[in-house]
């Protein structure tokens, strides 16, 4: 069964200072890994995505995540916090024989001024 | 961008009582899910519909039904409202393979059964 964990309930940024929000995964075949952001009472928004290539992705509002076959891992980061960037990010794993996509419990990323 | 909106932001009902949330998307998308989401689990998928008419269950389907008559609309149904219910549902529609493609989401129900 595939599997996906975000091992920190909470991080806690300086505004101005670089983030991370960690994810890891399990899955047999190739992976497809999404991160999702949830703000207060809204549903989730579409961040980013790896499917295949280069393993640096991009995606929306200056965020982006590495791809590490080795480890594991897909790390959402980005250079300069925002207060604005304070939300519920989630991590998420496709394939592996799986219908539809798997999702961690979820990551507080709070951004103080 | 994938328009999915759900009929309810905030519902209060009864246990025992039937429930309907609704959940319509704008864009064709021939894959449909509906999730709950508890503080601390994450999201959870109740069922998935990859056309009208065509359901399977997700990994905690039990006390649930759903129904897709029209391919635009996704319908999740409670037969009988338990407390354990309660919870935010979130509604979520894919086109093409669903584990490579992003989930467009509504906004969300929160559902308390009192």
């Known amino acids: 069964a595939q599997s996906v964990a975000q091992p920190e309930d909470q991080v806690n940024v300086a505004e101005g200072n670089p983030l991370t929000v960690k994810c890891t995964y399990s899955?047999?075949?190739?992976?497809?890994l999404f991160w999702y952001v949830q703000y207060p009472n809204r549903g989730l928004q579409f961040l980013l995505k790896y499917i295949t290539g280069d393993n640096l992705v991009k995606g929306s509002y200056g965020f982006e995540a590495e791809f590490n076959k080795s480890q594991t891992s897909f790390h959402l980061k980005k250079p300069s916090a925002l207060v604005s960037d304070s939300a519920l990010y989630f991590c998420?794993?496709?394939?592996?024989?799986?219908?539809?996509?798997?999702f961690g419990k979820g990551t507080h990323l709070i951004i103080q001024p | 961008d994938v328009k999915v909106t759900q009929s309810s932001r905030y519902l209060v009902k009864r246990t025992g009582e039937k429930v309907f949330l609704e959940c319509v998307q704008d864009?064709?998308?021939?894959?449909m899910f509906w999730y709950r989401q508890d503080p601390g689990l994450g999201l959870r998928l109740i069922y998935f519909s990859y056309d009208v008419k065509m359901k399977e269950k997700g990994d905690i389907p039990e006390g649930y039904s759903v129904s897709r008559e029209k391919k635009e609309r996704f319908s999740l149904i409670l037969e009988s409202a338990s407390t354990n219910q309660t919870s935010m549902y979130l509604c979520a529609a894919t086109r093409g393979t669903p584990h490579y493609n992003e989930q467009f989401f509504g906004p969300g129900t929160r559902l308390t059964v009192l």
């Open positions: 864009m064709d998308h021939e894959n």
């Open positions: 899955v047999s075949g190739n992976p497809y």
């Open positions: 998420a794993l496709g394939g592996g024989g799986a219908d539809g996509l798997t």
